[in-house]
């Protein structure tokens, strides 16, 4: 019996230990969480402003779409484009900055940062810069880690090189698993504040579908096309004025210092 009872009591605090991990897992991984130092999480909350974002493109034709939407409507949003498909796809990078949008880094490939050594991540920026460079003539002073995925050594390198890490604030829609345009903008529009930041998903991690002969519905994203239209519609209607991430860092006071010049 003795043996059984401290057997017990060892499970028992194996699952305590387990539920205590977990939870403090959930809690850095959240977007607002400051643990691992400063990102952007949202604008000012006395401000009626809103800063919709897209992660993974460019995506011929759906980023082209989202353009013309954002076009048509006279607003303007900020891209966090992936460095391997601006290489394939300068031209829709050159008409994202054209039309008046922002653009933000979002490593070459779509890596996880938190796996990765310093010069990796400065490698995979610094490539993606180069690539937006050579595409638009810009130089982004914004990033954003792929899947949120951030630690101290992520920020500490991506500060070195002058870059501001962007979250979010509005809970994201799950748009990559394809539902209709009305359920993603209703997952959006219950969330949004003043100050939010929205993400929706122009690309599918960077993928070419085309050149690398995927499946169509992988980088299939006319559902975010739809959801853009909605929300942009909806929330212009109760009176929120669109903003990009660097027009939002405006607004904001300066949390650091940087050694590049900003955007």
């Known amino acids: 019996m003795k043996a059984l009872r401290a057997l017990l009591r060892t499970v028992a605090m194996v699952v305590v230990l387990a539920v205590v991990l977990f939870a403090a897992y959930e809690y850095t991984e959240r977007p607002a969480s400051q643990l691992f130092g400063k ?69 070459w490939a779509h890596q996880h940062l938190d796996i990765m050594t310093p010069q990796q991540i400065a490698t995979s920026l610094d490539r ?22 951030r630690d101290w050594l992520v920020l500490g390198e991506v500060r070195r090189l002058g870059y501001t890490p962007v979250m979010w604030s509005v809970p ?52 975010d096309v739809g959801a853009t239209r909605i929300i942009v519609s909806m929330l212009k209607r109760e009176g929120y004025r669109f903003v990009t991430i660097p027009q939002l860092l405006r607004l904001r006071p300066p949390t650091r210092r940087s050694g590049r010049a900003g955007e």
Request: aromatic share 6%; with cysteine; net charge positive.
């Open 39 to 107: 990102t952007l999480v949202h604008g000012p909350r006395n401000q009626k402003i809103v800063a919709l974002t897209f992660d993974d493109g460019p995506n011929p034709p759906y980023t082209d779409e989202i353009l013309d939407v954002l076009k048509q409507d006279g607003v303007h949003a900020t891209f966090f484009l992936v460095g391997r498909a601006v290489a394939a796809y300068p031209n829709v990078v050159r008409r994202e900055v054209k039309l008046g949008n922002a653009v933000g880094n979002h490593t």
């Open 128 to 149: 993606t810069e180069n690539a937006i460079a050579a595409a638009a003539g810009v130089r982004p002073r914004i990033m954003r880690p792929p899947y949120g995925k």
């Open 172 to 223: 994201l829609a799950h748009d990559w698993l394809y539902p209709p345009p009305k359920t993603i903008a209703r997952r959006i529009l219950r969330y949004v504040r003043d100050g939010s930041i929205i993400v929706l998903h122009d690309g599918n991690q960077g993928r070419l579908c085309a050149l690398d002969h995927l499946a169509p519905h992988v980088c299939d994203r006319s559902q």
